[in-house]
């Protein structure tokens, strides 16, 4: 029998103003990953497509480490979307065949009042089929439990968001304006398709 667990996460950031506009930041598709999980876990597989080994999760007496494809799409107006697009589970082979993992992000810039916010949203889904003897644990003890685990992954990826990505945003605007590639005096912006900035250049682990 496979077991659904789900778990969802917002959040909402004010974003300082700066010299170049976040909407060009976000088309880094690299830097924003590394805001959003351990860089050391992550692998590049394409311009826009990561792989992330996640860290070992806990469930119940079983302990399992997905290993999980993401795309991640950026938005000429500076949205982003993130999408799981496979998942393995390594050395269990078992548990490999009988699991499924879809994750949905998006974060997109809005202004109120001239104020910039970042509003995210994400959504995490697993199906599993929990082996023997742990299947025969009450099923809202299971679904608790496993609804829980997805909650606190998301959390925690919250919370690396918030406290990396604005930091990460305001060291990326200094490096550009000390290539002299994105400001003019008076602080008017030239970042166009012809004069986008490598993230591979501008990447650092932090």
């Not at 976000?26 to 826009?48: G, M, S």
């Not at 500076?78 to 949905?104: A, D, K, P």
């Not at 697993?126 to 742990?134: A, F, I, R, T, W």
């Amino acid at each position: 029998m496979l077991n659904r667990f789900t778990a969802s996460q917002s959040l909402e950031i004010a974003v300082g103003e700066q010299t170049i506009p976040i909407q060009h930041y976000l088309r880094q598709p690299r830097r924003l990953v590394n805001a959003l999980v351990d860089p050391n876990r992550l692998e590049r597989l394409e311009a826009d497509c990561f792989r992330l080994k996640m860290r070992p999760l806990s469930f119940m007496t079983m302990t399992i480490q997905p290993t999980v494809d993401m795309k991640v799409s950026a938005l000429a107006n500076g949205t982003v979307r993130l999408r799981s697009q496979g998942c393995e589970i390594r050395g269990i082979e078992y548990i490999n065949q009988r699991f499924s993992l879809n994750l949905y992000g998006r974060l997109a810039p809005y202004k109120i009042n001239g104020i910039t916010y970042l509003r995210g949203q994400a959504d995490l889904e697993v199906q599993v089929e929990v082996p023997y003897p742990l299947s025969l644990t009450p099923q809202p003890i299971i679904e608790a439990t496993g609804n829980g685990l997805l909650k606190s992954v998301l959390l925690t990826i919250k919370q690396r968001l918030m406290h990396n990505l604005l930091s990460d945003y305001q060291r990326w605007t200094c490096e550009v304006a000390d290539q002299g590639m994105a400001t003019q005096p008076n602080s008017q912006v030239i970042v166009g398709a012809g004069s986008a900035v490598s993230d591979d250049s501008q990447q650092r682990t932090y």
